[in-house]
Structure formats: C-alpha cells, structure tokens
C-alpha cells in the first residue's frame, strides 16, 4: 500500500514563538518604542552573530544562565551556543577595538544599544520562553554614577511614552558595593561574594531557608552569617541600611557607595523620575559580573515577572582580558512581561492591517495599465496593493480593499483610461456624492493632495 505522506508539526519549537503579521505588527511598534528612546538618548545601535563561542559563558559563579544555554559542537569541532544574553558580546566588541596596551581605539563613552533576540534552556512558563528580544543599552567608560541615572532614565522615559505610570511600576535599586563590604565586615571573602550574590537572587523563589541552605552547603558561609545577610536585604531604605550598618566596619569602598546611591536618588529627582524608584537591598541580580549599583523593575501588583533588570559591570571585560578595567553600566528589557504588562493596561493601540491603494484592473486588457499605475503610486511613496487578477465583480474587489485596510481603491477600466484618467475611490468617506474621483494618469503622484469633502 501507499505510505502516506509525513506531516509536519505545525508548531514552532518548544519555548519559541511564531510572529503572523498581525503579531510582527505589534512587535514592530513595540521595538519601534525601544529605538526612539535610544535615539533620542543619541545611543548607536549595533547587533552581532545569535551564536556565539561558548566560552564567553563559562563563568564559575553558578548562574542559572551557564546551566541553560543552547550550547553544541558545530560540524568544525568548535563550541558554540545560541547567546543567552548580549552583554558578553558586547564586552567581545568593544574589546576588538582595543590596543594590546589596553587603551580603546573608540571615543568613549560608547553609548550603544540593540534589540538581539536572546535563547535559554529552560522550563516555560508565564512571561519566560526560551527564546526572547530583549533591549540593551550600554554606556562605557563613565566611572560615575551619572551613567546609571542615564540608563533609568531611558528606561523611565520608555514607561512614560507608553503611557506606563510610577503607579503602575516600580524600580528597585541596590548597591552590590554596599553588599559586598556588609559581607565582607560579616566574613564573607571576595572569592565567595558573587556565588553569594547568585544565591540571594533566588530569595524571592525559594525563600530565607532555602537560601541560608544554599549558602551554607555550596559556599561554605556560616548558618548565623548567612541568617544576618538575610536580615541585612531586609533593608528598605538607604536609612535603615545605614542604621544596619553602624558599628560595621565597612571600608571607603562601600562607605562611598552609600553615597553613590543617595547622588543616584539625587538625579532622579531632577531628572524627573524619582517616583518610580524605591531602594532595596534585597536586589542583587543573579549575575556575577555586576559591581556596583544593581536594579530591578516590577509591576506593582506583584502578578508578573521582572520587567527589566540591569547595572555596573566595571569587571567584565577584565574577565575577558582587558588590561585595565573599564566602566560599564547597561540594562536588558525583554520583550515578553512587558507585553503583558501593556495588554493588562490596555496600553497596546490598535494596529490593524493599513494600505494606501488598491490598484483594480476592471478586466484583462487593463492589467499592464493598472501595473503602470502601482508604480506610479507606488514611486510617489504609497503603500499598493495591486490585485493581478480582476475580479469578476466590484462588490469582491471592495470586499478584497476592505480587508487588507485600504483607503483608496484605483479603478483602471476603459472608459476613464482613453481619457488619461483613472478613477480614485475613497473607501473611508462616508458621502457617496463625492468620495470619487477621476484623476489624471499623469497627476496620480500627487494623490496626497485630493481633497475629499
């Protein structure tokens, strides 16, 4: 007998997602959201390979993210992976463009961003795939907490277009300093900190004993020790962490970072978006290449997932094998919660399908006519759709208009074309005596200017 013939799964992979234009659509007008705020913050865009070398992961903290990466041995031998995140890469960029003295060949700050589509290895669920956009912007080479106010502003400014209040969000921000000399006056060494600072990420999902667990069976901390740090996050303003740190001996280095954060709060308000930051210091970001300050954004109802979430990175291209260390602040902001989040507030506009012109030909004959004028129209600018096969009646070929959202149908028919004319119907006037025209062949580039009363 016949085998039948194999069918595929019309499904895309597990944990990835198909984008109809109906959906394109609206991812287009959200990364079109993301651009005009990194334009009008005077960021560069850039972009690199989706693979990448799979050592430019293999970081020994114990991040969730080495465990989940889409990592395999190409067909040359060499050990690639899927990218999780584009920090990295960006690190590998800017170090391309370094002299073996350690000096950057580019004018710095570099101030760049990129919407990269990121993949993880992980169970899926709400508002986590495991494939996701995510926009980064970076700043390198400022030292100063002038570059951390930038990145919360554009991200505050990003809200603020799409009509997202400090009602609707907040953004909690921490300093990894401060937490690194209240653990290091409690006895936690620099080689434990950022395993530490990975496992206190998890506070929210496994909760204090669970942590305290963590810390005492893979890092070695001291139950009472890892209780205390617990106690310390429980901090909720820089006064209380201040009143937690009395009688500590911090070090400059963590003493000056209080400081930091108060300027950071500082700038906030003169930049105007004071309201959507809140300090705590429970945040510390499950990465382990952040060294200063760190921050988290949420939804204040408390129903979704992280909204974004970024920081100072001052080491990681030393990790990578710069010879000096050089600064950097960047945040990543994925494209899934906070399409979510839009859809709850009822903040996504209506992006139906839109056309300038319908070119129907009334019959055969004038098929290559009406070709002449889609390109007419389409040289001055519009949108066309050119229907290559009459229909047999006008009421299809309105129908046809009406579903791709066009606003103007180009009848081309004998009568109208021996007189150099093409008949002009505007299919969103509601009057019948005057929503067509007959409009010359050689005036059809000036379409823009009919006037419809």
């Known amino acids: 007998g016949e085998g039948k013939a ?9 944990g990835a997602r198909d984008f109809y234009p109906d959906d394109m659509r609206v991812r287009n007008w959200l990364f079109g959201s993301f651009r005009e705020v990194a334009r009008s913050f005077s960021f560069q865009e850039y972009d690199a390979p989706v693979l990448e070398s799979e050592e430019l992961y293999k970081r020994k ?32 960029m800017i170090l391309g463009k370094t002299t073996e003295r350690g000096d950057t060949k580019m004018l710095l700050p570099v101030k760049w961003f990129s919407i990269p589509q990121c993949w993880r290895f992980e169970a899926t669920q709400r508002g986590r795939k495991r494939e996701h956009y995510q926009w980064n912007m970076d700043i390198v080479g400022v030292p100063g907490i002038s570059a951390e106010a930038e990145c919360l502003a554009a991200i505050t400014t990003f809200f603020g277009n799409l009509g997202i209040t400090a009602k609707d969000v907040g953004i909690k921000v921490n300093s990894r300093k401060v937490m690194g000399g209240i653990m290091k006056a409690k006895g936690i060494s620099d080689d434990q900190f950022a395993s530490v600072c990975v496992i206190v990420d998890k506070l929210d999902k496994i909760g204090a004993d669970a942590v305290v667990e963590e810390m005492v069976s893979k890092c070695a901390v001291p ?70 300050v760190v921050f988290e954004c949420f939804d204040r109802s408390g129903e979704l997932r992280a909204i974004c979430g970024g920081g100072r990175y001052d080491r990681l291209l030393s990790l990578y094998g710069a010879k000096t260390e050089i600064p950097c602040v960047g ?70 208009a009406n579903r ?50």
Not at 6 to 14: D, F, N, W, Y
Not at 65 to 78: A, L, P, S, T
Request: charged fraction near 25%; hydrophobic fraction near 40%.
């Open 6 to 14: 194999a069918t595929i799964s019309c499904e895309p992979v597990t």
């Open 61 to 92: 903290a114990g991040e969730e993210i080495v465990d989940q990466m889409y990592n395999f041995e190409d067909k040359g031998g060499f050990k690639v992976t899927l990218r999780p995140e584009m920090t990295p890469t960006l690190a590998r």
């Open 223 to 292: 139950a009472g020790v890892a209780r205390s740090i617990i106690d310390t996050m429980s901090a909720r303003s820089i006064k209380e962490l201040e009143d937690q740190c009395a009688g500590l001996s911090l070090g400059p280095d963590a003493q000056a970072s209080v400081d930091e954060l108060k300027s950071l709060f500082d700038m906030a308000k003169s930049y105007g978006y004071a309201d959507y930051l809140i300090f705590d210091a429970s945040v510390v970001r499950g990465l382990a290449y952040y060294t200063g």
């Open 331 to 400: 945040f990543g902001f994925g494209d899934c919660v906070i399409m979510e989040l839009l859809e709850l507030k009822g903040l996504v506009p209506p992006l139906d399908r839109r056309t300038d012109f319908l070119v129907a030909p009334f019959n055969q004959d004038m098929v290559g006519n009406a070709m002449h004028v889609a390109a007419a129209l389409r040289a001055s600018g519009a949108s066309v759709d050119m229907q290559g096969e009459p229909k047999k009646k006008i009421g299809q070929t309105f129908d046809y």
């Open 404 to 453: 791709i959202g066009a606003d103007l149908i180009a009848l081309v028919a004998p009568g109208e074309w021996d007189k150099g004319m093409v008949r002009v119907k505007n299919l969103r006037s509601e009057n019948k005596d005057t929503n067509q025209k007959d409009i010359a062949i050689a005036d059809l580039a000036k379409w823009r200017e009919l006037k419809w009363e």
